[in-house]
Structures are given as structure tokens and as C-alpha cells.
């Protein structure tokens, strides 16, 4: 699995159409009327990668597996969510179970499709999201400190820890800062990781724009942009309604279609790489005759990790990795190659997983 990307926005900003197009599907209704989406819809999609394709091609590959993401299309979040209103609690639990978060920013003018709050501004339309994330993000922590006050009078030390954190991260949510932008020191991380905070997801804006501004976003966007600078937050400009007409294209008719309104890449493209960016992602490989087939890993991970990704077996019975370059692989056309070549690399556990690497985890297991 790559990664479980929440799709995120007030109603009517194009949520629903961007969801459809990146899935490919037509499972969450795109209306004109608020929270016409009332359950998240859920669209899995592969993660295109030549990398893929040109090793499954070289092993005369009989499957090619690529790794996949989860979307998530949320209900529309209106100002008081945090405090149930609308279809905040809904919004706020599904929320949770995602990895980051794509929050899509209303930049058309559109007298056709209503806006909640009856104004197209974009900055406004982030700012009352964000607000809501952070009252949600107190109100929990508060709800659970009432729940710790036993447990420290009987001298458990961990709820002293966790009480200790809980005051310190609402003293920062306080100060209307995300706390993904909190410095937690390192006897808390353990305990912090646990709360699965809200604001502590990773996030970037997704610019809705006509197709006419696909290339070169508006005035509107780029307000947003300006925005995302001041935050250190990713930035994308994409056309919900341009994604739908190419979600029904064959490959090449989307490259004449994007080359002609002056775009190199699909947004589905642009997404997916903003997502690993922002989780630190990367990607290796297996690779044989029977199938070559992507894992995606954190940026870091030790080979012994890498390896439960496949099998949690692996990881406990983990011996070595057999490993080559990508460039290594097609560069001697497959893995004998490689092996003849002196390019397989027998790596231990202390070894940490490149982005490209093609792998064998040897095993006891």
C-alpha cells in the first residue's frame, strides 16, 4: 500500500469530481447542494511508475503488480464541525484514518454552483478547515486529560507523560498553530504519535480551477499560493472538470489532450508525487519471472523493516538482502546480468533501502 489520502474541502468546492476522476469511478455524488457527499466514498488506484515497467519487461515478468493508494472522499466540513455541526463528527472521524490530507480550495467562478458561504475566497475557505481541525484537535485532547486525572493519582507514570504532553500541545494549538508544526521533544514522541492528532497529518492544497487556468492557475490560486509559501505547504493548481474528461481517455489521447491546454502531467501524477513527498515516501522493487512488483516504504527504513512489508515473517527471520541499483538492473538486462557483473550487493540489517532498489529478502522463516 502507498499511502490513504483524505480528500478534504468545504462543500461545493469539487471534491466529489476531483475523487471520481482520480479513482477513475463515478461512486460519490457530484451535486449542486451542500453535502450531497454524506458517507466517504473509499477509491483505490495504482501509483503509475515507469520503473515498474520497464523491470517487469527486462524479467519477462507474468504479473506486474504496482503499489496502490487509497482516496478518501470526505463530507463537506462547514464552520461548528468541531462541535458536531453539519457532518462535522463524521468528517472529523474519517478524518483520522488517513495518512495526509489533500484539501481542495474552491478557485472558479461559477454563478451555477453554489457556495456555502455565498462568496468565492479562497483563503477564508482554508482558514475556517483549518480552524475547525484545531477546535477538534483541543476538544480531544481536553476529553482525554479528564480521562487521565485517575490514573496519575495512582501514580502511573505514563499518564503523567501523556498528561504532561496533552498541556503542552494544547497551550501550542492555542496559539492557532497546526501541530505538525509542534517541536516534540523526544521523551514525548512515543506518547504523541499515539494521540493521532488531526492537524499533525501531513496536508497540501489542491487549487480548483477551470480548465482554462489548468496551466497557469488565476488570481485565485495564486492567493492560495502565497498562502502555502507562508505555511511551507504544497501547492497544486488542477482542474477537476479537465481530470474527468481525461479519466475517460485512452494513454496517448491524454497526452494530446494535456499538451494541448499546456500540461506535461495529470493531476492524479501531480497528487501522487506531492503525497510521497510530503509522507517520504519511496518505492523498491522484486522482480523475477513469476512477477516484478513495487512496495512502498518511509525514506530510512532498514532493510529488516522493508522487508515485513511483504511478509511480517521476514522481518522477525530476516538473514540478508540480495540487492541492485535499477540503473544496475537495466544496465546488465536483468539480474544474472547484474549478478555476473559484480552489481548484487548482499546487504545486512544495519542496511538501509534506496528508492529504486530491486531486493530478495533471504529468510529463516
Given at each position: 500500500m502507498g499511502f490513504k489520502c483524505g480528500i478534504v474541502g468545504l462543500p461545493n468546492v469539487g471534491k466529489s469530481t476531483l475523487f471520481n476522476a482520480l479513482t477513475q469511478t463515478a461512486n460519490a455524488e457530484a451535486n449542486n447542494y451542500p453535502f450531497c457527499t454524506i458517507e466517504p466514498n473509499i477509491g483505490e488506484v495504482s501509483v503509475p511508475d515507469e520503473r515498474l515497467l520497464n523491470l517487469s519487461k527486462i524479467s519477462n515478468s507474468i504479473n506486474t503488480i504496482p503499489t496502490k493508494l487509497n482516496f478518501v472522499d470526505i463530507a463537506g466540513l462547514v464552520e461548528g464541525a468541531s462541535k458536531g455541526e453539519g457532518l462535522g463528527n463524521k468528517f472529523l472521524s474519517n478524518i483520522r484514518d488517513t495518512d495526509a490530507i489533500a484539501h481542495v480550495v474552491r478557485c472558479f467562478e461559477n454563478d451555477?454552483?453554489?457556495?456555502?458561504?455565498?462568496?468565492?475566497?479562497?483563503?477564508?475557505?482554508?482558514?475556517?478547515?483549518?480552524?475547525?481541525?484545531?477546535?477538534?484537535?483541543?476538544?480531544?485532547?481536553?476529553?482525554?486529560?479528564?480521562?487521565?486525572?485517575?490514573?496519575?493519582?495512582?501514580n502511573d507514570d505514563l499518564a503523567k507523560l501523556t498528561y504532561e504532553l496533552i498541556d503542552k500541545t494544547i497551550f501550542f494549538l492555542d496559539s492557532g498553530k497546526p501541530v505538525r508544526e509542534f517541536n516534540v521533544d523526544d521523551k514525548y514522541k512515543k506518547v504523541y504519535a499515539e494521540l493521532n492528532l488531526l492537524t499533525s497529518k501531513p496536508i497540501f492544497y489542491i487549487c480548483n480551477v477551470e480548465e482554462f487556468d489548468a496551466a497557469s492557475g488565476n488570481a485565485l490560486s495564486k492567493k492560495v499560493q502565497d498562502y502555502a509559501i507562508k505555511s511551507n505547504t504544497p501547492c497544486l493548481t488542477i482542474s477537476a472538470s479537465t481530470e474527468s474528461e481525461l479519466s475517460i481517455l485512452t494513454e496517448l489521447e491524454k497526452y494530446e489532450y494535456l499538451k494541448s491546454i499546456g500540461l506535461n502531467e495529470t493531476g492524479l501524477t501531480k497528487v501522487i508525487k506531492t503525497g510521497y513527498y510530503i509522507l517520504d515516501l519511496i518505492t523498491y522493487f522484486t522482480s523475477g519471472r513469476k512477477e516484478t512488483r513495487a512496495w512502498t516504504v518511509k525514506r530510512n527504513t532498514f532493510a529488516p523493516k522493508a522487508a515485513s512489508v511483504i511478509h511480517t515473517d521476514f522481518e522477525r527471520g530476516f538473514i540478508r538482502a540480495e540487492t541492485i541499483s535499477y540503473d544496475d538492473f537495466c544496465k546488465n538486462n536483468g539480474e544474472q546480468g547484474s549478478k555476473e557483473a559484480g552489481k548484487m550487493r548482499l546487504e545486512g540489517k544495519e542496511y538501509i533501502v534506496q528508492d529504486g532498489d530491486i531486493m530478495h529478502f533471504r529468510s529463516n522463516n
Open positions: 451555477n454552483i453554489t457556495h456555502v458561504n455565498n462568496k468565492i475566497d479562497p483563503i477564508s475557505d482554508i482558514q475556517s478547515i483549518e480552524t475547525e481541525l484545531l477546535l477538534a484537535d483541543i476538544q480531544n485532547l481536553e476529553n482525554r486529560k479528564n480521562g487521565l486525572e485517575r490514573k496519575i493519582k495512582g
